[in-house]
């Protein structure tokens, strides 16, 4: 008899909110395709796999951004996110409407990752 079990696979990030929109659909920020992604990835093996949320930029510029990015990230813990996948767009390209480049100690940005190490 074969055995499956293979210790832990591979992550894989799974709310999309990061990844370009097809086909001219906008982004989902309701979390449905994280939720999607736990059930496909751990419903039938649900110790083999660890599923990572990601932040969506799109509404940087917005005032409150700091408060709506650590919301969404609570919300996707609790659909089963089980950790933080920052993309390297974050220090590379990634820049405020002032051309600024968005830095990883931003103070809007603090509460986010210190609910990241928890």
């Known amino acids: 008899m074969e055995s499956h079990d293979r210790g832990s696979g591979p992550a894989r990030q799974g709310n999309g909110r990061n990844q370009p929109a097809r086909d001219g659909e906008s982004q989902r920020r309701d979390g449905e395709q994280l939720k999607n992604t736990v059930r496909a990835m751990k419903g039938r093996y649900p110790d083999r796999f660890v599923v990572f949320a990601n932040m969506s930029y799109d509404d940087l510029n917005t005032p409150g951004f700091g408060k709506r990015v650590?919301?969404?990230?609570?919300?996707?813990?609790?659909?089963?996110?089980?950790?933080?996948?920052?993309?390297?767009?974050?220090?590379?390209?990634?820049?405020?409407?002032?051309?600024?480049?968005?830095?990883?100690?931003?103070?809007?940005?603090?509460?986010?990752?210190?609910?990241?190490?928890?």
């Open 70 to 118: 650590t919301a969404r990230l609570e919300q996707d813990v609790k659909n089963g996110a089980q950790g933080l996948k920052i993309f390297k767009n974050f220090g590379m390209d990634l820049k405020y409407a002032s051309g600024e480049r968005v830095h990883a100690d931003d103070p809007e940005l603090t509460p986010s990752l210190k609910n990241a190490r928890s």
